[in-house]
C-alpha cells in the first residue's frame, strides 16, 4: 500500500540516521584513543548513505523504485593521524611522538547536528502520513 | 436497480487519493535520502490528471496510477546539488509533503462527507 | 444529485395494481416484487464481494487503504438502500394485505 510504503522509506531513513549518530558518536568517545586492540590509535570511521530499493515489498504495483536509504558500508578515515610529541607518554614511538585519533571534534560535533536535522525532518514526515492514514480508517464514521 | 455510489465521483476520488498517496512515496524517499551522495530528488506531476478529471461528466473514466503512468509523470526537481551531488531541498520537501498531506485529508474529508449525505439520504428518506 | 435518485426509484417500487390474490399466497410477495427484492439482494451480494475482493487484494499488499474503505462504504450503503427498498415493499404489501379484505 502507497501510504505504507512512505512509512517504510522514511524508517529506513531513520535508522540509517542513527547508524550515522552511532558512529560519529563512537569517534568523539575514541577522539582520544591511542591504543587500540588492533596497535595504534583509533581511527575515525564514517558512514555511507546509499539508496535501497523497496521493490521486493511490493510486488507488480511499484515498478518504479522508489528508494529508500541504507548504510552500505562504514569506511575508515584515511587523514593521517595527529602527532604530538608527548615523549613521556607510554604510546610515544622511539622519537617520542604520540600519534592521536584523526579526529576532529568540531567536525564530529558538526556532523551530530546534521544527522539530528535529517532525523527530525524523517519523523516530520512519518507523522504527515500517519495522520492522513488515521483520517482514511475513519471514512464513514 | 440502484446503487446510490454510481457515478464519476467516487472512482474519481478514488484515483485522486491514489495518485496523492503515491507522490507521498516520492517525497518519503527524497527526505530519506537527503544526504546520499549522488542521489537526485524525483517527484510525480499529475496535474495533467486533475485538468482532466471532470466530476460533471457521466462517464466512470479511471486514471488510477499504473506503472506506466506512474513513471511517466516522475520529474527531476530542479533544485541546485551539493558538492556531493545530492540535490534534496529539506524545505522543498517538507513544504510538499505537508501540502500533499493536506491534499489528502481534504480529499477524506470531502468523500466522508458525500457518504454521510448518501447514508441519511437512504435511511432518513424512507421515512415519510 | 444522487439522493434524488434514491427517492425516485424508492417511489417507484410502491405496490403496482396487478396483485395476487393474498389467500392463495399469503406467505410470498408476488412475482413483480419478489423480483424487484431478488435483484436488490444480488446486487448487495455483488458490492459485497467487491469489498471483499479489495480487503483481500489490500491484505496482499496490492490495495490502496483508501481503496478498501470506499469499497466497504459502498458496500454499506448498497446494505441500507437494499433494506429501504425491502421496507417499503413488505410497507406496501401489508397496506394491500388489510385493505383486501
Known sequence: MNLLTALDVNASGLTAQRKRVE??????????????????????????????SFQ???????????????????????????????????????????????????????????????YEANIAAIGIVKTMINRTLDLGR | MINPTDGPLFPALEDLLSWTSKRQQALAANVANMDTPGYRAKDYSFEQEL?????????????????????????????????????????????????????????????????????????????? | MSDFKVYSDIARMMPSPAMPKPAAQPAQPGGGFGKLLNEAIQQVNDVEKGSQGELQKFLSNESDLHSVMIALEKADLSFQTMMQVRNKIVQAYQEIMKSQV
Not at chain 1, 24 to 31: M, P, R
Not at chain 2, 81 to 92: H, I, Q, T, W, Y
Request: no cysteine; aromatic share 6%; charged share 25%.
Open chain 1, 23 to 52: 558512529v560519529s558518536s563512537s569517534n568523539l568517545a575514541n577522539s582520544q584513543t591511542t591504543r587500540t586492540e588492533e596497535g595504534g590509535p583509533y581511527r575515525r570511521k564514517d558512514v555511507v548513505f546509499q539508496t535501497s
Open chain 2, 51 to 128: 485538468a482532466s478529471i471532470d466530476l460533471a461528466s457521466t462517464s466512470s473514466k479511471h486514471i488510477t496510477p499504473t506503472e506506466d503512468s506512474a513513471s511517466a509523470r516522475m520529474y527531476d526537481v530542479n533544485t541546485k546539488a551539493k558538492p556531493n551531488g545530492n540535490n534534496v531541498d529539506l524545505e522543498r520537501e517538507m513544504t510538499e509533503i505537508t501540502k500533499n498531506g493536506l491534499q489528502y485529508i481534504t480529499l477524506v474529508q470531502y468523500l466522508n462527507q458525500k457518504i454521510r449525505t448518501l447514508r441519511t439520504a437512504i435511511t432518513d428518506g424512507g421515512k415519510v
Open chain 1, 56 to 118: 521486493e515489498s511490493l510486488g507488480a504495483a511499484m515498478g518504479n523504485g522508489v528508494e529508500g536509504v541504507e548504510v552500505s558500508d562504514i569506511v575508515n578515515d584515511p587523514r593521517p593521524f595527529d602527532r604530538r610529541y608527548e615523549p613521556g607518554h607510554p604510546d610515544a614511538d622511539k622519537d617520542g611522538y604520540v600519534s592521536y585519533p584523526n579526529v576532529n571534534v568540531m567536525e564530529e560535533m558538526a556532523n551530530l547536528v546534521e544527522a539530528s536535522r535529517s
